[in-house]
C-alpha cells in the first residue's frame, strides 16, 4: 500500500530554531507539494514540485522558508528562524504528474513554536 | 481564477440521516473535481471523485455529481454513521495545472 511518509510526526521548537521537515513521495510520483493548516487560515498552499524543480512556491514567505527536493525520494521544508505564527500543521502531498490529477497527503507534521 | 466554495459547517446529523454538503465552483475549462476527507490528526484522504461532466463519483456509500450546468459537486451519503465524524473538502483541479484547489472545508459531527 504506497503512502506518502512525514517525518517527524510532531515537533516542538523554540522561537528562533532551525526546523526541518521530511517528506518522501509515492514512487513515481513526481509532483510535489506542501501545504499548511492552520484553523484561522485553513489549507494553504506553499509550495510545489515537478521532476524535482519548483514550480511554484508563491505561497512561502521567501525570507525563512525554503523548500527543496534532493533527490526523487525526499523532499525538505526548512523554517529557519522559527516563530509562534508558524505553529501548523505541515502536509506533503504526491502526484503522478498530470494535469486534474489527485494528489496523496500524508499523515502530516504538527509543529508547535514555543 | 478558479475557485470553490462549500457550505459552512459544522454540519450536525444523528446517525442514519441523511447528509448533503454543497459545493459548488467557478473554473475556465473543464476540471476533474474530487472530494476529500479529513479525520481527527490525520492527512486528507481521497474519498471519490468525477473527471467530467454527468460523472458520479462514489465510495463508501458518498457519491457526488458533476453538474457542469449548475457548476456543481454536492456530497451525499443516505445514512450517515458515528464513524463518518470528520471534515470535508471540496477540491478542482485547477486549468493546466499541477495544483488542486480547495474549499475551505465543512464539519460533519454525526451523534449516536
Known amino acids: 500500500d504506497a503512502r506518502v511518509t512525514q517525518t517527524p510526526r510532531d515537533k516542538v521548537t523554540e522561537m528562533g530554531q532551525e526546523v526541518t521537515m521530511r517528506c518522501q513521495p509515492i514512487?513515481?510520483?513526481?509532483?510535489v507539494f506542501w501545504y499548511r493548516q492552520t484553523m484561522m487560515q485553513g489549507l494553504e498552499l506553499l509550495a510545489y514540485?515537478?521532476?524535482?524543480?519548483?514550480?511554484?512556491d508563491s505561497g512561502m514567505p521567501k525570507d525563512r522558508f525554503s523548500a527543496e527536493m534532493p533527490d526523487a525520494t525526499l523532499a525538505t521544508l526548512k523554517i529557519q528562524p522559527s516563530e509562534p505564527r508558524d505553529s501548523a500543521v505541515y502536509f506533503c502531498?504526491?502526484?503522478?504528474?498530470?494535469?486534474?490529477?489527485?494528489?496523496?497527503f500524508g499523515p502530516g507534521t504538527r509543529l508547535t513554536v514555543l | 481564477g478558479d475557485s470553490v466554495t462549500q457550505m459552512e459547517g459544522p454540519v450536525t446529523l444523528s446517525e442514519e440521516a441523511f447528509l448533503t454538503i454543497n459545493c459548488t465552483y467557478t473554473?475556465?475549462?473543464?476540471?476533474?473535481l474530487f472530494w476529500y476527507v479529513q479525520y481527527p490528526g490525520e492527512g486528507l484522504q481521497l474519498l471519490l471523485k468525477?473527471?467530467?461532466?454527468?460523472d458520479k463519483g462514489s465510495n463508501k456509500g458518498f457519491e457526488a455529481t458533476y453538474r457542469k450546468e449548475t457548476t456543481s459537486f454536492h456530497l451525499e451519503k443516505g445514512s450517515v454513521q458515528v464513524s463518518d465524524s470528520a471534515v470535508y473538502f471540496c477540491?478542482?483541479?485547477?486549468?493546466?495545472?499541477?495544483?488542486?484547489?480547495f474549499g475551505s472545508g465543512t464539519r460533519l459531527l454525526v451523534r449516536p
Open positions: 477540491a478542482l483541479g485547477e486549468d493546466s495545472s499541477y495544483k488542486l484547489i
Open positions: 473554473a475556465t475549462g473543464y476540471p476533474s
Open positions: 514512487l513515481g510520483h513526481n509532483t
Open positions: 514540485f515537478r521532476n524535482r524543480a519548483p514550480l511554484d
Open positions: 502531498a504526491s502526484g503522478p504528474g498530470q494535469f486534474y490529477n489527485e494528489q496523496f
Open positions: 468525477a473527471t467530467k461532466a454527468d
